[in-house]
């Protein structure tokens, strides 16, 4: 089925000694419906929250680094930077959200209670975070907790003194130091060098007891054509990591959102190959699926959208956070693509 670059290619690639590999399409691989979790930082936070509150029923487990509630921006840039980022205009109204989700629920924009009482869930944040201000990720708790049908058994919050605003990693030497950032101040790729394992962590509150990393050369990580799913904010290429057993099909899915700053445009494949998904899906047949957002005068950092940037420049009360927003519908596409039987 090996129509993508095997795994020696990819490392070409990221080295730049490849340029015009052509692209694959996503490949079908039958991954399993419902066991699928969605894993994101900071803006890929934020539309991990968008994508399980559209379609709860699609989704296991919901992991959120550094972000705050569900729709929190509600359509507003403002709002974005000055209450879901800082909260100089104060903290969000979460009763004002609650009314937005029934309301959306009344028109099937989004999961009925019952979906969204079934997600299992997992909330970090970095203390130091000087970015997304670390009080937004407890609202975001509050409201998962609303929502859950047994919050102490389906809810995990979790803080890290001393840590900033990024993905914390557990170090090893097969990571470039260029490809680090400090754990306190971030920057850079914005991956962390805590000497924190965070993806073991959220993938094992999420599926459980899971079988201990291994090397992620029993893994392909191919890229592919993400023309196929064109839309505003979207890169032209992305990512997927399949582990040699799941070529098959029948493996479970992992969807992990970059945040801002962190598309493999602006930080090669450092996040892609170092987040530490890869050891564990490779360990436990869990395919990743890596999409990649891009750059734009909309949208210089190359954030996902969870303010509204995508939807019509006419469009008073934009519908990004429903199931009708365009990088929501593009997202859930690759999922169905990658949930179709394999080519024979």
């Not at 709860?56 to 680094?65: H, K, M, S």
């Not at 970015?131 to 937004?136: D, E, F, K, T």
């Not at 990720?137 to 919050?157: F, H, I, R, T, Y």
């Not at 199931?323 to 999922?335: H, S, W």
Request: charged share 20%; glycine share 12%.
């Amino acid at each position: 089925m090996k129509a993508f670059p095997p795994f020696i290619v990819g490392l070409l690639l990221s080295a730049g000694v490849v340029a015009d590999e052509p692209l694959a399409d996503l490949p079908s691989l039958g991954t399993t419906p419902g066991t699928i979790s969605v894993i994101g930082i900071s803006s890929g936070g934020y539309m991990a929250t968008q994508l399980a509150v559209a379609w709860p029923e699609r989704f296991q487990g919901l992991a959120v680094l550094a972000a705050g509630p569900w729709s929190c921006a509600q359509g507003s840039l403002g709002r974005a930077l000055g209450q879901c980022m800082a909260t100089r205009r104060g903290p969000p109204d979460l009763e004002s959200l609650n009314l937005r989700l029934r309301d959306y629920q009344a028109h099937e924009l989004v999961g009925d209670a019952a979906g969204l009482a079934g997600l299992r869930a997992f909330v970090w944040h970095g203390e130091a975070d000087t970015i997304v201000a670390p009080s937004l990720s407890d609202a975001l708790s509050e409201q998962l907790g609303n929502w859950l049908a047994s919050p102490d058994e389906q809810l995990k919050v979790a803080r890290s003194p001393g840590v900033g605003h990024g993905w914390p990693i557990q170090s090893n030497e097969q990571i470039p130091p260029s490809w680090l950032a400090e754990c306190r101040t971030g920057g850079g790729t914005h991956l962390l060098a805590c000497g924190m394992d965070i993806s073991g962590q959220a993938l094992g509150w999420l599926h459980g007891e899971l079988t201990p990393p291994a090397a992620s050369d029993s893994a392909t990580l191919m890229r592919f054509d993400q023309d196929d799913f064109a839309v505003r904010g979207f890169g032209s290429v992305g990512y997927l990591l399949i582990p040699d057993e799941c070529e098959p099909g029948g493996c479970d899915l992992t969807v992990a959102l970059h945040g801002c700053g962190m598309d493999s445009k602006q930080i090669g494949e450092a996040f892609v190959r170092h987040s530490g998904l890869n050891e564990w899906a490779a360990a436990n047949r869990r395919v990743v699926l890596y999409p990649q957002a891009e750059t734009s005068l909309a949208n210089p950092q190359g954030c996902w959208d969870w303010w509204g940037f995508t939807e019509s420049t006419w469009q008073l009360d934009p519908l990004h956070d429903t199931r009708e927003g365009v990088q929501v519908r593009a997202l859930m596409a690759m999922i169905d693509r990658l949930e179709e039987a394999p080519d024979d």
